[in-house]
């Protein structure tokens, strides 16, 4: 039944359902705005966690690179206040052809496949990564169903991802320090470059994403190391199913 319904109207009914949530627990008007900033307020926000992640080539990486330049101008140097609430979709918008996406990959019911905006997730997984290492407190992420990639093509730390589908899957989290901070982003021909930014030093904490395996897959466990490689924190835990290697060449 739920396939005779038109896909657009499939996302914008939960497009809705999600907006009224939002109401109703109060998150709504805590959502960061669309609000960069820009001047002499600019120098006043420093670089104090970055990440860096080459971008692989493949036969859409063009057009994923196109992608991830229009998301990043929805997000550069954008002010999150303390206990601002950062919505990855509140902020990008719907990734449509009317505003210039194009098609990349992306994971289509366990199926790798190209869709109109893919190749976003790899900066929905910067900013996940971002906020574990700043301390900030993930309130929604979604993990892959599968691990596409070999050890030998990884271009981050299984487990580390953080996968957005508009209307479905959102990157959220709460700024839980006590000074605003903002993100900023260098795109490259073969790399991007996050950066969360604040006017005073933050501390930044070590993370580690431990695997083992366990039936039909492997269990990634992301962990703040505390005084020791042994003495961890369990932030989140995720368990990829086995997939096929030759994916990764797609």
Not at 99 to 104: Q, V
Not at 124 to 134: D, H, I, P, T
Not at 203 to 220: K, L, S, T
Request: glycine share 6%.
């Amino acid at each position: 039944m739920k396939q005779l319904i038109p896909a657009r109207w499939r996302v914008q009914y939960k497009v809705i359902q999600r907006s009224t949530a939002d109401v109703f627990t109060g998150q709504r008007s805590r959502l960061v705005p669309f609000s960069p900033m820009g001047g002499s307020q600019l120098q006043q926000f420093t670089p104090q966690v970055t990440i860096a992640q080459p971008i692989p080539a493949t036969t859409l990486s063009e057009n994923k690179k196109h992608n991830l330049a229009l998301a990043v101008q929805r997000l550069q140097n954008v002010v999150v206040q303390p206990g601002a609430i950062f919505s990855f979709w509140h902020l990008v918008g719907e990734p449509n052809r009317a505003k210039g996406y194009l098609e990349g990959r992306t994971i289509i019911q366990n199926q790798l496949k190209a869709d109109v905006g893919g190749g976003l997730c790899q900066l929905s997984g910067l900013l996940y990564v971002l906020s574990l290492k700043a301390g900030l407190k993930v309130l929604e992420r979604h993990p892959h169903s599968q691990d596409i990639y070999t050890d030998a093509t990884r271009f981050a730390p299984l487990g580390s991802d953080a996968t957005v589908v508009y209307g479905y899957k959102d990157f959220r989290f709460k700024q839980t320090l006590a000074m605003p901070i903002c993100l900023r982003f260098e795109l490259s021909d073969r790399a991007i470059r996050a950066m969360l930014c604040a006017p005073l030093p933050i501390p930044e904490y070590a993370i580690d994403f431990q695997r083992e395996n366990v039936d039909g897959g492997i269990r990634v466990n992301a962990v703040r190391l505390l005084n020791s490689e042994t003495n961890v924190e369990v932030l989140h835990s995720t368990v990829y199913q086995t997939k096929q290697a030759e994916l990764a060449e797609a």
